[in-house]
């Protein structure tokens, strides 16, 4: 018989477990839900009873807040006690790709898991069901269970992989409404009554037909799959554009006509100047690194064509801006609306924007960027970590400006790098008046009416088209 959960505890408070944890807790009034973080910054943010403080931006996240916290959802930087009392720990802590040492740009780097692991075997005083949120290589479940089994204070842990599917910006429907939910975990009878408690956690929402149980392997690969499979889809439709381009045809009627093949289903079918977020390329990355290192070089050439790519439709967005502006932009104002990496986040990680905006600082341009939800320390921290030039440079070359008009005002032209809605409504007459002629507009998005622009006297280009 399956244990019937009453207290969890999360650890890592980010983009994936503040979320979920939030939803967990409003469904299940009766679990008390703590999520701890080591950051106290972020868990003050958190607590603040301002909720436009959240260190989270995501649509609707703040309702479920109010709702859950104080009642059974709790924010705290004391891991130790988090961990005691709770009968099921949810791992959610980040797993950057590697800047050091083997597998330096392409494996995960587990050391915050790793970490975690440890607290919890150190502090665990009963039998406790450690669950993977964090998106993990496959086979992180073992390391995990051999550093848990090795305590030898006989308590008793079951490991189990939850992949966290939520895409940001959408993170509240997704949760409340998700296509399905992924519980892996060992076949023996501990292990099924272990997947059997999560499932019941979800089964408060959640249809249970949508609920799919596996071994523990096959739900760790599934989550590298379908982030793999995503990115590809969107790598596979840029390809495609840059052919479009170099012919009279049109990527999105091109989209279209592909899509209603139900075989092929017209979701994430949008060309852009390149996919981002912590997600896509690091599990590519993973699954490059996991199979090159099984000797599955076919398999791992494969998947890396995908980062490739994407990279590449970076840079030919980049070299367009330059080749169009008369080969030259150094000294030219350019302006960027958008520095997140897909709209209604303020999570700028991977963003296609931060290496635009690389590309043209290499050629001097002046780039002065409005996003309505980033900040200027984070835009320019996300440039530094590229390190291709000193702190100092990269503030004279990157400007943070907090009115769009003001980013746009004088500029030789305007690239779009994120799909805010906000951005279709502006007043494009009273930005063109104010621009430098011929005044260019570099869409890539394909937000923007394109032909309403070129009837202000814009000159557009757009991805595909
Ligand atoms: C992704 C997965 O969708 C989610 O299931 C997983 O849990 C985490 O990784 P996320 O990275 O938050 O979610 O956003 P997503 O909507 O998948 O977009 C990723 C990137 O692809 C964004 O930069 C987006 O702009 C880009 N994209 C997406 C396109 O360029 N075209 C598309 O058609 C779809
Ligand atoms: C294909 C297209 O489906 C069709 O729309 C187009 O008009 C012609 O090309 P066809 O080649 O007749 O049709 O068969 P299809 O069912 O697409 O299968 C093609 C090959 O892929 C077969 O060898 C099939 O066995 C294989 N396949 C298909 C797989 O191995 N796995 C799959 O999941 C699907
Ligand atoms: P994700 O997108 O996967 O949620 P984030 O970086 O947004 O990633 O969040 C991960 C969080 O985990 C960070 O706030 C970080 O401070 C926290 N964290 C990392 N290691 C630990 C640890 N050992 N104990 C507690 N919190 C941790």
């Not at 967990?24 to 603040?48: F, G």
């Not at 086979?139 to 550093?147: D, N, R």
Request: hydrophobic share 40%; glycine share 6%; proline share 3%.
């Amino acid at each position: 018989i399956h244990k019937k959960i009453k207290s969890i505890c999360c650890i890592g408070a980010g983009y994936v477990g503040g979320p979920t944890m939030s939803v967990i807790a409003q469904k299940n009034p009766d679990i008390k839900v703590t999520v701890v973080d080591l950051n106290e910054q972020r868990i003050a943010d958190w607590n603040d009873a301002d909720l436009s403080k959240l260190p989270i931006f995501e649509p609707g996240l703040d309702a479920v807040v109010e709702e859950a916290r104080g009642r059974n959802l709790f924010f705290s930087t004391d891991v130790n006690q988090a961990i005691a009392e709770a009968d099921m720990i949810f791992i959610s802590v980040n797993t950057p790709t590697k800047t050091y040492g083997a597998g330096k740009g392409m494996a995960a780097d587990l050391k915050y898991v790793e970490l975690c692991a440890r607290q919890i075997a150190e502090v665990a005083t009963s039998d406790k069901i450690v669950v993977e949120k964090s998106t993990l290589p496959v086979k992180t479940a073992q390391a995990i269970k051999s550093i848990l089994d090795n305590t030898g204070n006989g308590v008793k842990f079951q490991i189990l992989s939850n992949p966290e599917f939520l895409a940001e910006g959408t993170a509240m429907t997704d949760l409340a409404n998700p296509d399905r939910v992924l519980i892996g975990g060992d076949q023996t009878p501990e292990g099924k009554a272990a997947i059997q408690s999560l499932v019941d956690v979800y089964g408060a929402w959640v249809p249970q037909a949508q609920i799919i149980t596996t071994n523990l392997w096959s739900s760790e690969l599934s989550k590298l799959v379908a982030n793999a499979f995503l990115a590809q889809r969107v790598s596979s439709i840029n390809a495609i554009s840059e052919l479009c381009e170099a012919t009279q045809a049109n990527v999105e009627e091109v989209a279209r006509a592909i899509g209603m093949d139900s075989r092929i289903g017209p979701k994430f079918l949008k060309a852009s100047v390149g996919f981002g977020g912590s997600c896509f390329q690091k599990d590519i990355l993973n699954l490059v690194y996991i199979s090159k290192s099984l000797g599955l070089n076919e398999v791992a050439d494969y998947w890396e064509q995908v980062i490739i790519m994407n990279n590449h439709q970076r840079d030919r967005f980049a070299n367009n801006i330059v080749s169009t502006l008369y080969n030259t932009v150094s000294g030219k104002k350019i302006a960027f609306l958008g520095w997140a990496f897909k709209k209604d986040t303020n999570d700028t990680r991977e963003s296609a924007a931060i290496y635009v905006a690389d590309r043209l600082i290499d050629e001097q341009a002046q780039i002065y960027v409005y996003d309505p939800k980033v900040s200027a320390k984070q835009m320019q921290a996300d440039l530094n970590y590229l390190s291709t030039r000193t702190e100092t440079e990269n503030a004279k070359y990157l400007q943070t400006q907090t009115d769009p008009y003001k980013a746009v005002e004088g500029a030789h032209a305007i690239a779009v790098l994120t799909e805010w809605d906000e951005f279709k409504s502006y007043d494009w007459q009273k930005i063109y008046d104010n621009m430098s002629k011929p005044a260019f507009v570099f869409d890539g998005r394909n937000v923007l009416n394109q032909e309403a622009l070129e009837a202000i006297g814009f000159q557009v280009q757009s991805i595909g088209k």
